[in-house]
C-alpha cells in the first residue's frame, strides 16, 4: 500500500522559513518523480515543486525561494521554504507521478499525501 506523510507545517511571520517533510512508503519512489502542491482557499490545487532523478522543477512564484529535496535512503521528499509570504498560505500536498517523465498537473500523480497546512502571517 502507497503512502505518503507530509509534516512540518505551521504557523509562520512573513519572511520566515519552514521545511516541510513527506514521508513515502509502498513504492520505490526514487524512479518516481515527487512533487509538492499546494491550495489556497477557493483556489484550484497547484503546482509548486518536483524532482526527478536529481532535476528540480519549480513554479515560478517560489523559484529562488523554495527548494525541493529528496533522500532517497529515507524515502523522502523535502521543500526548504524560505522567504515566505501571506500569498504562500496554504494547503501543503506531497505526491507522486506516474509519467515517464515530468508533469506539472494535478492528474499526472497518482498517488497523494493528506496536506499539512501552512500559515503566513504579514
Known amino acids: ?9 505551521g504557523l509562520v511571520q512573513a519572511g520566515g522559513s ?13 524512479t518516481y518523480t515527487m512533487g509538492w502542491f499546494r491550495q489556497a482557499p477557493g ?22 525561494r523554495f ?3 529528496r533522500d532517497n535512503v529515507k524515502n523522502t ?8 509570504k501571506p500569498e504562500d498560505t496554504a494547503v501543503y500536498y506531497c505526491a507522486s ?9 494535478v492528474g499526472d500523480y497518482d498517488y497523494w499525501g493528506q496536506g499539512t497546512q501552512v500559515t ?3
Open 1 to 9: 500500500q502507497v503512502q505518503l506523510v507530509e509534516s512540518g507545517g
Open 18 to 30: 519552514l521545511r516541510l517533510s513527506c514521508a513515502a512508503s509502498g513504492r520505490t519512489f526514487s
Open 43 to 64: 483556489k484550484e490545487r497547484e503546482f509548486v515543486a518536483a524532482i526527478r532523478y536529481g532535476i528540480t522543477y519549480y513554479a515560478d512564484s517560489v523559484k529562488g
Open 67 to 69: 527548494t525541493i529535496s
Open 77 to 84: 521528499v523535502y521543500l526548504q521554504m524560505n522567504s515566505l
Open 97 to 105: 507521478g506516474y509519467r515517464r517523465t515530468f508533469q506539472p498537473g
Open 120 to 122: 503566513v502571517s504579514s
